[in-house]
C-alpha cells in the first residue's frame, strides 16, 4: 500500500478534552492576585492586563489545529497541548452531519446579545463618569476594562464557537475513545479521505 500524506488545518473538538480548562484557570488565578495586588502598586495591574490578552492570545492559538493525515493515523497538533494520536483502525463511523439550525441562532444571537450589551454598559458607564466629572485616568481605565471585557467574551469564546458553525456541516467520526468532531471547509471530501483510509486499512487487515 502507497504511503499517503496530507497536512491541513482544520478545527477538532476532541472527546475528554481539558485543554481549554488549563489554559483559563490557572492563569486567571495568577492575573487576580495581580488584581488584588494592582491596590497597592500599578505595576501589578499592568501585569494583570498584560497577562489577560496573553490569555486571549492563547485561546485563540490553541483553537487552531493542525491536522496530518497519513496511512493509518491521524494526528492532530495543538499549540500547548501534546498531539493527540487517532488510529484509523479504531474508527468506527465517520459521517458528516448537519449543525442545527437551532444550535446556529443561538451562538449568533449570543455573540450579538453579548457584544451589543457590553458595548452598552460601557458608553453608559462613560457617560455616568463624564456627569460625575471623574478624573481622565479613571475614564480611560474604566473603558479599558470594558473593552477588554468584550474582547475575552468575543475573541476567547463566543468566536470559538462561531467558527464551528458558520458551515451548515461538520464532520462527526465515532471510535472506541469517543466521538470526534472536525470542521473542515470541505466536510464531504474530509468524509471521504477518512472512509477510503478505513476501507484500506480494512482490505489489508483482512
Partial sequence: MSTQHCTQQIRVDIP??????????????????????????????????????LIIAALILQD??????????????????????????????????????????????????????????????????QVMNAPLEATIHLAISKITLIVFFYVALLSRAERRVKNSTY???????GTFAFYPDKPEEFEKAITKQVHSISQVNS
Fill in 16 to 53: 475528554r478534552d481539558f485543554s481549554l480548562l488549563t489554559i483559563l484557570i490557572c492563569p486567571m488565578i495568577v492575573m487576580y492576585f495581580f488584581l488584588i495586588m494592582g491596590i497597592f502598586s500599578k505595576t501589578f495591574e499592568i501585569l494583570a492586563y498584560i497577562l489577560w490578552y
Fill in 64 to 129: 487552531h489545529t493542525k491536522l496530518e493525515m497519513t496511512n493509518g493515523k491521524i494526528i492532530i497538533h495543538r499549540r500547548f497541548s501534546d498531539p493527540v494520536t487517532l488510529d484509523i483502525q479504531n474508527i468506527k463511523d465517520a459521517k458528516t452531519k448537519k449543525v442545527s439550525f437551532l444550535l446556529r441562532s443561538i451562538v449568533y444571537l449570543c455573540i450579538i446579545g453579548v457584544v451589543g450589551y457590553y458595548s452598552y454598559d460601557t458608553l453608559q458607564s462613560i457617560q455616568r463618569y
Fill in 171 to 177: 464532520v462527526e467520526v465515532k471510535t472506541n475513545n
